[in-house]
């Protein structure tokens, strides 16, 4: 027997036990059915019986009793109908059920885990900090969240799917393989291949055969990730052999990357044949950070003969783009790796960069000057010269190598006691130049700027970041040549002089003073922050130094208007005496955001102090 009209009838009953039986009269859904089950009460008693209860309901003038009654009536003939119609006993034999151990427990009150729970099935602003700090606490070792844990894997803000996969999930330890591993689709998409590197990372050694399983029938992604964790298996080489020549480039870097992670030698032999043939480009992508001492000395000596066989600069932009194209591959695969092989590749770059200066629009030049400067020796120094006085965009690298090596003196007079043999070889613009490169070098190496948590005093509790400058301390300035504070002066450099300044230079203190109040507007707000420490550090006393910003704010076109105060200068007003009340009152209209804030505060301080 059918049961589908069965079930339309009793999902009508359901709905008029929640809607009221005395709705059922005239109902159009029960009139519906009616005509079919009349039908087939023609063969069966049992629906003849189904289909006057149906009319009873619909019909009530027909009956004398009450709806309620004549439903319930209706419902029970037919739940007793469809019971008969259904089975009850389970398919199959019984036997143990399969579980996957997992060493957690449920120990957090709710109150603590609704917001973990809310943060990991919901989306919006905020719940990675909510889940990092959870993670930090051990509320992950909670059973509770152990599959909300698993399901933030396919989190839509991917540094929460990331977090679960690199951080949470294997925290709890090679059990956590088995658990995904039951869930692990090897045709899926980037929820599995994030399950799979938890897998690849927690698993341990009894999981290879999974991963073994993924690299041979897996979907591309699936195949790429399981075969990264493959690398240092012996047995797996000749496999590994055989991926890296595959027609999909995404396969064959990863074999050659697991070949490079592995270290055999026909793991090595591969990607040297890799590098000789058209594949160059792939496996020098594949094997960078990963190359092996011996592979990284057959590299550079093949990467040095590539350089030896170019005997003159490209003819035009094609020649140029094509011969970086051969060389690139190597710079890539051999990055971050240090040798005095690959050093004296880099210098055969420099010495003969009128031939190399053309290729990849100077790219080659740049990465060899990039890596002189941090590697090279004393006797690269005249080499950096030379390259400066032909390309003087690369005196940032020579200074750089100099300060490494020179002492104080002797960095000063090669970089600005020559000044006068400096001019007579280069022209006015590429002198303007070069000091430019200079004391951008030199403020890289001394000012810095980091955020910083400041307390909201102001607003009784919290905290807010804050970018601010962090100048060199006293240790830092007596690695320097003191005659730097007047080339600074005479430069123009304000950052540089306010960094250098030191108590009794006259000239230093002069020209901060002189620009404090003419910066243009774009400059202010960076500047008046780092002239004041440079003020403080000529040895200014604090009462000018705090009339000076006190009348820099009161200036009626150029005056100081930040969005906040630094500490520093909110530190300087703050010690205010209490006869600058009313000059602080009289600011207050000017200011607005956190800046006012700020200057309410110390309005009510020095007010308390009078």
């Not at 400058?469 to 950052?495: C, H, I, N, Q």
Request: proline share 5%; aromatic share 8%; with cysteine.
């Amino acid at each position: 027997m059918s049961t589908t009209l069965l079930q339309e009838l009793h999902q009508e009953t359901r709905r008029l036990y929640i809607a009221g039986s005395d709705l059922a009269a005239g109902d159009f859904r029960l009139k519906r059915l009616l005509p079919q089950f009349r039908q087939l009460g023609e063969r069966s008693a049992v629906f003849k019986r189904i289909g006057e209860g149906i009319a009873a309901l619909v019909e009530p003038e027909a009956s004398a009793e009450p709806p309620a009654v004549k439903l319930q009536e209706l419902a029970l003939l037919l739940e007793s109908v469809l019971y008969t119609q259904g089975t009850s006993t389970p398919e199959g034999s019984p036997g143990p059920i399969e579980t996957v151990p997992v060493r957690t427990r449920t120990t957090l009150a709710y109150r603590r885990l609704a917001p973990i729970r809310d943060a990991l099935t919901t989306s919006g602003g905020g719940r990675y900090e909510i889940i990092m700090e959870a993670y930090k606490e051990g509320a992950f070792q909670d059973l509770r969240l152990l599959p909300l844990a698993i399901g933030a894997l396919d989190d839509p803000y991917s540094e929460i799917a990331d977090y679960a996969m690199t951080t949470i999930l294997p925290s709890y330890g090679q059990d956590i393989a088995g658990v995904l591993a039951g869930q692990l689709d090897l045709q899926g998409g980037k929820n599995d291949v994030r399950k799979l590197k938890v897998i690849g990372a927690a698993g341990g050694p009894e999981w290879r055969g999974l991963l073994l399983s993924a690299a041979k029938d897996g979907k591309e992604a699936i195949r790429t990730t399981a075969i990264e964790f493959l690398a240092g298996e012996a047995d797996v080489v000749p496999l590994l052999l055989e991926w890296s020549r595959e027609s999909r480039s995404a396969i064959r870097k990863a074999a050659y990357a697991a070949l490079a992670e592995g270290g055999s030698v026909e793991g090595e032999e591969r990607i040297m044949e890799a590098f000789a043939g058209k594949d160059r480009e792939a496996a020098g992508e594949a094997v960078c950070g990963k190359v092996s001492a011996g592979l990284a000395r057959r590299l550079t000596a093949l990467f040095h003969t590539e350089l030896n066989q170019v005997e003159a600069p490209p003819k035009d932009g094609k020649d140029s783009e094509k011969l970086w194209s051969r060389l690139q591959p190597f710079i890539t695969a051999l990055r971050g790796l240090q040798s005095p092989e690959l050093l004296e590749a880099y210098r055969h770059v420099l010495r003969n960069y009128k031939r190399f200066a053309p290729v990849g629009g100077s790219s080659l030049l740049t990465r060899a000057a990039s890596y002189v400067e941090k590697h090279g020796t004393y006797e690269d120094l005249q080499l950096m010269q030379e390259l400066e006085r032909e390309h003087v965009v690369y005196a940032h690298q020579h200074f750089h190598l100099a300060r490494r090596l020179l002492a104080p003196a002797e960095l000063y007079h090669s970089f600005a006691g020559s000044l006068l043999e400096t001019l007579k070889n280069l022209g006015s613009k590429r002198k303007n130049q070069r000091e430019h490169i200079l004391l951008d070098a030199i403020e890289a190496l001394v000012l810095r700027r980091e955020w910083r948590q400041v307390e909201r005093v102001w607003e009784g509790s919290g905290f807010y970041n804050s970018l601010d400058y962090l100048m060199p301390g006293e240790e830092e300035l007596d690695t320097w040549d003191a005659r730097w504070l007047d080339w600074f002066v005479a430069r123009g450099s304000l950052k540089l002089t306010a960094a250098f300044a030191r108590p009794g230079h006259s000239g230093a203190q002069s020209f901060m003073l002189k620009h404090l109040g003419t910066l243009e507007q774009r400059d202010r707000n960076e500047l008046v922050p780092i002239l004041f420490q440079g003020l403080e550090r000529t040895g200014m006393p604090l009462p000018e130094r705090q009339e000076l910003l006190v009348s820099l704010l009161e200036q009626e076109k150029r005056y100081y208007r930040p969005y906040d105060f630094d500490g520093v200068l909110f530190g300087m007003l703050l010690e205010l005496p209490a006869s600058y009340a009313g000059r602080i009152e009289a600011l207050l209209p000017r200011y607005q955001y956190e800046a006012r804030k700020q200057l309410a505060y110390v309005l009510g301080q020095v007010q308390a102090m009078a």
